[in-house]
């Protein structure tokens, strides 16, 4: 089974509108991170904002927001205002307990990632 | 603060050949990561160093292997590159793994090495 699934391998937005990007993950672990990075056509990774799973509060950094639902397993990031500047691939990623104390290392796992256009 | 180089760039090799990505990173990270990220997929875990000295296997190691020569540099090595090693390939970095819980360590990445196997 796929770990992280993010169904919409594009979206389109029109400049200064709000758009919500979908990420479903797949664990039995209680405690692990969710992480959103953008890429943009220039192809670094940029990492965007974080979220815990214990974190009770939903995660936000500047325009970013993320809507963290548990129980349903996803962690949808939301872009509001958009700008021209934010049209990239966006990736889901994440990081689970078990993991890290089987291998006492972070690894990430990353969903195919949305390729995000914003139209002026 | 460079933040994590890599180099070279860009690649073409012949299938069979061998080379070396070097990656360094300036931030004082104990933890480097090599990925691969091929087209429209996103990226695999391909070695991790946790910290100086020790070394391990991600999800697509074959074909591969690693050196962290010191705290600042992880490299990658093709032994004998095969077409299907066409990728693009990012070094990551992050900060110590205690307290991962309470908010991160989030990684830094590279700018990523284009590679193409003929």
């Known amino acids: 089974a796929q770990k992280i699934t993010q169904t919409q391998p594009g979206m389109f937005v029109q400049e200064k509108e709000a758009v919500t990007l979908d990420c479903t993950y797949d664990t039995s672990d209680q405690s692990y991170g969710l992480f959103w990075y953008k890429q943009p056509s220039s192809g670094e990774m940029i990492f965007l904002i974080y979220q815990g799973s214990y974190d009770e509060q939903n995660a936000t950094e500047g325009r970013y927001s993320l809507n963290f639902q548990k129980a349903r397993k996803s962690t949808n990031l939301v872009i509001s205002a958009s700008q021209l500047g934010d049209s990239a691939m966006y990736f889901c990623a994440m990081r689970e307990e078990t993991v890290y104390q089987e291998t006492s290392g972070s690894r990430l796992t990353f969903g195919e990632g949305t390729q995000l256009t914003v139209n002026p | 603060n460079a933040g994590v180089t890599q180099t070279p760039k860009f690649q073409v090799l012949k299938t069979g050949q061998s080379m070396t990505l070097q990656c360094a990173q300036d931030?004082?990270?104990?933890?480097m990561y090599w990925y691969r990220q091929d087209p429209g997929m996103g990226l695999r875990l391909i070695y991790y160093?946790?910290?100086?000295?020790?070394?391990d296997k991600g999800e697509v190691p074959n074909g591969y292997n690693v050196s962290r020569l010191n705290k600042r540099e992880f490299s990658l090595r093709l032994e004998s590159a095969a077409p299907s090693q066409t990728s693009v390939y990012f070094c990551?970095?992050?900060?110590?793994?205690?307290?991962?819980?309470?908010?991160?360590?989030?990684?830094?990445f590279g700018p990523g090495t284009r590679l193409t196997v003929l």
């Open positions: 990551a970095s992050s900060e110590a793994e205690e307290g991962w819980l309470a908010g991160g360590p989030r990684q830094f």
């Open positions: 931030m004082n990270h104990n933890s």
């Open positions: 160093s946790a910290s100086e000295g020790t070394t």
